[in-house]
């Protein structure tokens, strides 16, 4: 074989090298990039599945806790007033009662003096009649003692004619000494004074409880504030954190208001009965 020969199937097997040689490089090359595509898409997948918050999903959180928190509000501030109506309502009806307990009291007071009065007329009486009874004078002893049961059952009170009775059978001096018979001028005062003061602890009780109603309207204005924030920030995970926020604060918020009781004689479908 001759130089040109040798040398011309020499270049052809060059070629023939070079040629797979780019064809394998090729080859690598598609699959490379075959499974960097592979590796991101698989990326995006593993990406899309940890990650709840996204941009749509907050969008609606946002809305759905929004109007639950505006609900609320208007429940909390509902109901507040109303105990705050009772607040008002039994202030009144305490001022009213404590009122009526004094003249009462005043009334018993004239009472008793009254009856005080009669008994020491009825002292003088009884001294007369003793009088009478020592110079054995019939006429007199008769007047005086006609004069006496006329004079109590007309001037005395029943809580006195009680009390006669009582110191009549006890052997006594004064039918002031029976027990608490002084307090019996003053039970229908007491009776008062002491409805009073029932009515003013439940009036307070309602004022406590319409405090408690505003504190929880103060933490939903809170709320709705950091709801309607979320947007301001950029960064999705900032908004993710500012929405569990108030979500968390939300959630304690209405608790707290489940444990506060409700206004005394509350009836939801009263509203709405006819009338």
């Given at each position: 074989m ?6 011309a199937?020499?270049?052809?097997s060059?070629?023939k090298e ?8 090729v ?19 593993s990406?899309?599945k940890?990650t709840?918050f996204t941009?749509?999903?907050l969008e609606?959180?946002?809305a759905?806790?929004?109007g639950i928190?505006?609900?609320l509000?208007a429940?909390?501030?509902w ?10 309502t039994?202030?009144?009806r305490?001022?009213n009662?404590?009122?009526e307990?004094n003249?009462?009291?005043n ?12 008994w020491?007329t ?7 009649l ?12 008769e007047?005086?003692?006609e004069?006496?049961e ?7 009170t ?7 009775q009582w ?13 608490n ?27 406590a409880k319409?405090?408690?109603?505003n ?6 204005s809170?709320?709705l ?6 947007g301001?920030f950029?960064?999705l995970?900032?908004?993710?954190v500012?929405?569990?926020?108030a ?7 209405t ?7 409700m206004p ?7 509203f709405?009965?006819?009338?």
């Amino acid at each position: 074989m001759s130089d040109s020969a040798k040398i011309a199937a020499s270049e052809k097997s060059n070629e023939k090298e070079i040629k797979e040689a780019a064809e394998e490089a090729v080859k690598n090359d598609t699959e490379n990039n075959n499974a960097e595509e592979n590796e991101k898409e698989g990326d995006a997948k593993s990406t899309r599945k940890k990650t709840f918050f996204t941009e749509n999903r907050l969008e609606i959180l946002v809305a759905v806790f929004l109007g639950i928190t505006a609900l609320l509000t208007a429940w909390a501030t509902w109901i507040g007033s109303l105990h705050g109506g009772n607040q008002a309502t039994n202030y009144t009806r305490s001022n009213n009662l404590a009122s009526e307990g004094n003249s009462l009291y005043n009334a018993g007071m004239q009472k008793y003096l009254s009856d005080v009065m009669a008994w020491n007329t009825m002292m003088e009486y009884s001294f007369d009649l003793t009088v009478a009874e020592s110079e054995k004078d019939t006429v007199r002893i008769e007047m005086l003692n006609e004069k006496l049961e006329n004079y109590v059952q007309q001037n005395g009170t029943d809580i006195l004619q009680e009390g006669i009775q009582w110191m009549v059978a006890n052997e006594d001096v004064t039918p002031f000494h029976m027990p608490n018979i002084t307090d019996r001028y003053f039970t229908e005062a007491n009776d008062k004074l002491a409805e009073s003061r029932q009515v003013l602890e439940e009036g307070q009780k309602d004022n406590a409880k319409s405090d408690a109603y505003n504190l929880v309207n103060v933490i939903y204005s809170v709320v709705l504030f950091m709801l309607g924030i979320v947007g301001i920030f950029k960064k999705l995970p900032n908004r993710a954190v500012v929405l569990i926020i108030a979500v968390a604060a939300l959630i304690l918020a209405t608790v707290y208001m489940c444990t506060i009781p409700m206004p005394t004689g509350f009836d939801f479908g009263s509203f709405f009965a006819p009338k």
